[in-house]
């Protein structure tokens, strides 16, 4: 049976999405008799009746959902389209959504927020919490936990919880195999390996690609740390490291692939500083697609994340662990789309809109 939407309930009854959002949600002003109408027919035409089902004091007493991100969430971000996406979907269902930006201190002394009451909270969502001792105190507090991303945890004990990743490897190996057909054979990575999972994977894709297709690995273009004893480096610190590996490269790669788009703005930065062209003298290639990719000069090949099919992802993977607390715990890769742009030659610059997105769990 096909999924009933406040758009159907809205056509059967001839009013608009907006009403019958009002009265399904208890938002707004609305006519008791009209309110009445709406959730009888809602209740008869089969929308989430669960929610009918329990009296609106109840479902208020469940409290909202929360994100905690360590990060500044900009609109060039990915999860920005995804936050909203997650934000909409949780409203449909009649849950607030408040977010706690928490700060250094918090983390170093493993504090949560000063207002933040556990007790009134359905759910947490986490964006760019990489700290283990913290995500730890996140998952303790028994509350149904879904990272979008998370830290690279391999010498420490996974924290238990749901995550959702993009998937970071296919297009990097779609990537390097396009590079070997064109004789660029001599690739780089640029990025923190260890700074979370999804550089992580992307790091350890580069590598994979490499041994697959017979390339070989020089560590002089592997720049995947940062300055040495700087444990919060700044913009400035990153960029002086990029330039001082640059100079002391024997001879620069023809490829270099960064660990996400700002990361490849930042190469461009610095190799525009040296006098280093793109594409002329090196391809570059990010991920994300942030909003700059496309209009920065050149522009940037890339590999695509579809942010609010994350986000819907991350709302089904949130309730389907409130609703079976008792399920394995899950990570859930949605698909990415690679895209060729200028920064790889116009030759290779091509449409990439026709791509589907998809979804697999492991």
Not at 146 to 173: A, H, Q, W
Request: hydrophobic fraction near 40%; charged fraction near 25%.
């Amino acid at each position: 049976m096909a999924k009933v939407t406040i758009q159907d309930i809205a056509k059967e009854l001839n009013l608009s999405r907006n009403t019958v959002s009002k009265a399904i949600n208890n938002t707004g002003i609305l006519a008791e008799s009209t309110k009445q109408l709406i959730l009888k027919k809602a209740a008869e035409m089969g929308y989430k009746t669960f929610l009918q089902e329990e009296p609106q004091d109840e479902r208020k007493a469940k409290g909202g959902f929360v994100l905690f991100t360590g990060a500044s969430l900009s609109a060039s971000h990915f999860s920005t389209k995804m936050l909203d996406e997650i934000q909409q979907e949780a409203a449909l269902l009649g849950y607030g959504f408040t977010i706690y930006r928490i700060m250094p201190q918090e983390l170093k002394e493993c504090r949560l927020p000063a207002n933040f009451d556990e007790s009134r909270t359905a759910g947490i969502f986490c964006v760019e919490m990489f700290d283990i001792p913290y995500s730890n105190i996140i998952c303790s507090l028994g509350i149904p936990t879904v990272f979008i991303d998370t830290s690279v945890s391999f010498e420490n004990s996974c924290p238990d919880t749901d995550v959702l990743l993009m998937e970071n490897r296919k297009g990097i190996y779609d990537f390097v195999k396009e590079m070997q057909k064109l004789g660029r054979n001599d690739i780089g990575f640029i990025g923190e390996a260890m700074h979370c999972m999804s550089f992580y994977e992307r790091y350890d894709a580069f590598m994979g690609a490499m041994r697959l297709f017979g390339l070989e690995v020089h560590s002089e273009w592997c720049l995947d740390s940062n300055s040495k004893g700087l444990s919060y480096p700044t913009h400035q610190d990153y960029l002086d490291y990029l330039e001082m590996k640059f100079k002391n490269c024997t001879k620069l790669p023809s490829v270099f692939i960064c660990a996400n788009d700002f990361v490849a703005m930042d190469v461009l930065s610095v190799f525009k500083k040296l006098g280093i062209r793109v594409p002329e003298d090196i391809y570059l290639c990010g991920f994300d697609d942030s909003p700059e990719a496309g209009i920065i000069t050149p522009s940037l090949t890339t590999i695509q994340i579809h942010a609010r099919d994350m986000g819907k992802q991350a709302v089904s993977l949130m309730f389907s662990r409130i609703s079976n607390p008792s399920l394995k715990f899950r990570t859930v890769y949605v698909q990415t789309d690679l895209i060729y742009r200028a920064s790889t030659g116009n030759d290779l610059e091509q449409n990439s809109n026709n791509k589907t997105t998809g979804v697999y769990n492991v």
